[in-house]
């Protein structure tokens, strides 16, 4: 099973010339993109530029880490520089800026593939439970600021340089790249060729009937693991490739997981179930709500993920019953209307794990929501009349005792 890494060994000595440019190229630069520049790559004050080879070399001579990104890009730097493919490419115009009090985080950087185009690259979020947050927040939000600044960004660029535009980003960037090509204004809309969304979460309803977001619905290229959670939140292009990953679950959200061939990504046959269950069901149920609700919603879910202590899903992931008892116990102190939307959601996430800590847990989580609780996504039969849905002390007590179990007998399960 090859990925990106492989790919920069196969290709790594073919020029675009040769080769020109495809969706795994595009992949590599957006992935490049969360590399921090700051002092690197100059800013949009000075057309100035600087090679890839340069960017690595100063990356690494600066120390920098970022490891709370899965996807952390010290791997990709320590292989780009010295290739033909990538080496000489240059970039400029780099913006990065945080805002604490709107909770938003941007950043994009112009490539210079050398075959006469110019890649917008828009940063993403990273695996942390408020990156997603963040990606969640689109749902009710109008406009985030991060929007409103790709768009300008967008703008700037296409003033810029004559060069066709090509724009794309992975998770948030995929988002802000499709949102800056429909909204940098109709006459530089033309100048922009092509938008990649790397597992990109949708918009909601209000950008959707927009004329501007469906005057460039032709030109995105959406690409999403079979297994996405992000990439199939809210509207979202309906045509999309749905492509195989090494991971599982929501760590599918991880580009260097993904499979490639020599020129694309190896395609999969379908969405997995999970994937299409909330694709198609939590989604409707999202839109029948109003914007205060799909708020409420988000909080709730992640406060109730948050309370595990875990920073990432794969903390969560790595705290087993911990980190599920604690989501339990946040969810009993909601109202019933609410846990069953929470648990549900929380359900479907951990139904993609493996091992028995999370057989256990589906099998605690499906009794507590077979209750029944009205006005939440289900596909399972309602529970018996008169019952209330709330998540009781029995319920806790009992997967208290499969954790116990659980932990004096850590096979147990394994081949459920």
């Known amino acids: 099973m090859a990925g990106i890494m492989d790919y920069v060994v196969w290709r790594g000595d073919l020029s675009t ?59 990709l730097v320590s292989v780009l520089p010295g290739t033909v493919r990538f080496g000489d490419m240059r ?33 993403g979020t990273d695996n942390t439970l408020t990156g997603w947050r963040e990606d969640f ?4 939000l109008a406009e985030t600021p991060g929007q409103l600044a790709a768009a300008k960004y967008m703008s700037f660029v296409c003033q810029k340089t004559e ?37 990109g979460p949708g918009f909601n309803r209000n ?43 929501g760590m599918q959200h991880n580009p260097y997981t993904w499979l490639v061939t020599v020129g694309s990504f190896e395609e999969a046959g379908a969405q997995s179930p999970v994937s299409m269950f909330l694709d198609e069901t939590l989604n409707e149920w999202i839109e029948q709500l109003d914007d205060e609700q799909r708020a409420e919603f988000v909080d709730a879910v992640f406060d109730a ?43 479907r996430l951990a139904a993609v794990g493996t091992g028995a800590i999370w057989d256990e847990a589906k099998k605690s989580l499906v009794r507590v929501l077979e209750r029944g609780i ?15 849905g709330k998540i009781t002390e029995e319920d806790t007590a009992q997967i208290e005792d499969r954790s116990s179990s659980q932990d004096a007998d850590p096979d147990a399960g394994q081949n459920s």
């Open 163 to 199: 060069l066709p535009v090509i724009a794309g980003g992975h998770s948030k960037g995929g988002n802000l790249a499709i949102y800056a090509g429909a909204f940098c204004g109709e006459d530089l809309r033309e100048r922009v060729r092509q938008i990649y969304s790397f597992d």
């Open 305 to 347: 993920l948050e309370a595990s202590g875990a920073v990432t899903f794969k903390e969560m992931n790595e705290q087993g019953w911990n980190g599920v008892k604690a989501v339990i116990r946040e969810a009993r102190s909601m109202e019933p209307e609410r846990q069953k939307a929470v648990l549900d959601v929380v359900r």
């Open 374 to 388: 009205p006005g939440a996504p289900r596909n399972q039969a309602a529970g018996k009349e008169g019952e209330t």
């Open 207 to 249: 950008i959707v009937a927009m004329p501007e977001y469906e005057a460039v619905l032709p030109k995105v290229q959406l690409i999403i693991p079979e297994q996405s959670i992000i990439g199939i939140l809210l509207s979202n292009k309906h045509k999309r490739k749905v492509i195989r990953s090494s991971a599982q679950g």
């Open 137 to 140: 927040n689109m749902s009710f």
């Open 91 to 123: 970039a400029g115009w780099y913006v990065s800026w945080t805002d604490q009090e709107q909770q938003t985080q941007f950043s994009a950087v112009t490539f210079f593939p050398g075959d006469g185009t110019v890649f917008v690259s828009f940063r």
């Open 17 to 75: 010339a040769e080769r020109p440019m495809n969706e795994v190229d595009y992949l590599i630069l957006a992935e490049l993109s969360y590399a921090k520049m700051e002092g690197i790559v100059p800013g949009t004050d000075s057309d100035e530029t600087v090679s890839i080879n340069d960017i690595c070399r100063k990356y690494v001579e600066q120390g920098t880490e970022q490891k709370e990104l899965v996807n952390e890009p010290k791997d």
